[in-house]
């Protein structure tokens, strides 16, 4: 059984908007583990982009700040990453990711280390 597994991607133009969601084991959502949306780039190294910490704090990237919004529903196992006013630059593979971490969710990106599959989002000038 998958622990991570993110759906929604697809190919958008330039200012549309995008849902990603990812369905999570369910000790993901427990106190202990934050949850993050990361994305990457062929060539490029792995970008941290929204953290949600296990009580719904929230950091995000500053090239994604006012645009996206990270959520979660433990009763649903799931997390959601809103993307809004996409740009050809958030073209990329995005993972949803867990740390076994309650408190540094968005102090550093390293602590991740279970990732999904990943989903592609392209946008289109």
């Known amino acids: 059984q998958e622990q991570l597994a993110e759906s929604g991607g697809g190919s958008v133009q330039a200012g549309g908007s995008l849902r990603l969601s990812c369905v999570v084991a369910?000790?993901?959502?427990?106190?202990?583990?934050?949850l993050a949306w990361f994305r990457q780039v062929p060539g490029k190294e792995r970008e941290g982009v929204a953290t949600?910490?296990?009580?719904?704090?929230?950091t995000y990237a500053d090239s994604v700040k006012g645009r996206f919004n990270i959520t979660k529903e433990n009763g649903k196992n799931s997390l959601y990453l809103q993307m809004n006013s996409l740009q050809p630059e958030d073209t990329a593979m995005y993972y949803c990711?867990?740390?076994?971490?309650?408190?540094?969710?968005?102090?550093?990106?390293?602590?991740?280390?279970?990732w999904g599959q990943g989903t592609q989002v392209t946008v289109s000038s």
């Open positions: 949600i910490a296990p009580y719904g704090s929230t």
């Open positions: 990711a867990t740390a076994r971490e309650s408190v540094k969710c968005g102090q550093t990106w390293s602590i991740y280390n279970t």
């Open positions: 369910s000790r993901y959502t427990h106190s202990t583990y934050c």
